[in-house]
């Protein structure tokens, strides 16, 4: 099973700061064939779903604010988040969709300073 | 717009059985998996398994395999996990989801609570 680790755990912010989350899979989830990342990336709040913001590890769902980005490939992974607004305090997940199960990672949680 | 709209709260005891349903609309039913994924209070997500129902083939992680079988009604558009000799650590909400291996769709959540 491919193992996907997030990095930090928690990361206390200040709003307008810039915010970078890493995600690392035990393998890579690129797939040469089509040159594709098979890596996405959620931001959940309390008592709410998860919610979709990017895939192909830099596809911006629709809706989602461009202060958002996603980068990387191969095993090394960062959801960026420009001028952190106030909404934007979330628990942040990757998964990966290369192989079964289908694997997230434990999740970065943004905090207030 | 899809919408899937899962049933409501339940509480089971140990060694019990639990089955969650979740209903499809707005969309097209067959050709996209639909996945289950929970997540026990406080902690992070977890990928179940899923069914396809155009095919009906399904796919499940190796933790649950036995435990967990995933179903789906075309007619009704509505997709079934049921899980079996429920334990205490299976205390979670349980959310179906659906997409193209990443999820843009998801259901509300249902809270399984094991007693």
């Known amino acids: 099973d491919i193992v996907m680790t997030q990095s930090p755990d928690s990361l206390p912010v200040s709003l307008g700061e810039r915010v970078t989350i890493n995600c690392k899979s035990s393998?890579?989830?690129?797939?040469?064939?089509?040159?594709?990342?098979?890596l996405s990336w959620y931001q959940q709040k309390p008592g709410q779903p998860p919610k979709l913001l990017f895939y192909?590890?830099?596809t911006r769902e629709s809706g989602v604010p461009d202060r958002f980005s996603g980068s990387g490939s191969g095993t090394d992974f960062t959801l960026s988040i420009n001028s952190l607004q106030a909404e934007d305090v979330a628990i942040y997940y990757c998964?990966?969709?290369?192989?079964?199960?289908?694997?997230f990672g434990q999740g970065t949680k943004l905090e207030i300073k | 717009q899809v919408q899937l709209l899962q049933s409501g709260a339940d509480v089971k005891k140990s060694g019990s059985s639990v089955k969650v349903s979740c209903k499809v609309s707005?969309?097209?039913?067959?050709?996209?998996?639909i996945t289950w994924v929970r997540q026990a209070p406080g902690q992070g997500l977890e990928w179940m398994g899923g069914?396809?129902?155009?095919?009906?083939?399904?796919n499940y992680a190796q933790k649950f395999q036995g435990r967990v079988t995933v179903s789906a009604d075309k007619l009704t558009t509505t997709a079934y996990m049921e899980l079996s000799s429920l334990r205490s650590e299976d205390t979670a909400v349980y959310y179906c989801?659906?997409?193209?291996?990443?999820?843009?769709?998801w259901g509300q959540g249902t809270l399984v609570t094991v007693s």
């Open positions: 989801a659906t997409g193209s291996g990443y999820y843009n769709h």
């Open positions: 707005g969309g097209t039913f067959g050709p996209y998996t």
């Open positions: 069914i396809t129902p155009m095919f009906g083939t399904t």
């Open positions: 393998q890579s989830v690129l797939n040469t064939s089509n040159n594709k990342n098979y």
């Open positions: 192909w590890a830099s």
């Open positions: 998964q990966q969709y290369s192989t079964t199960p289908y694997s």
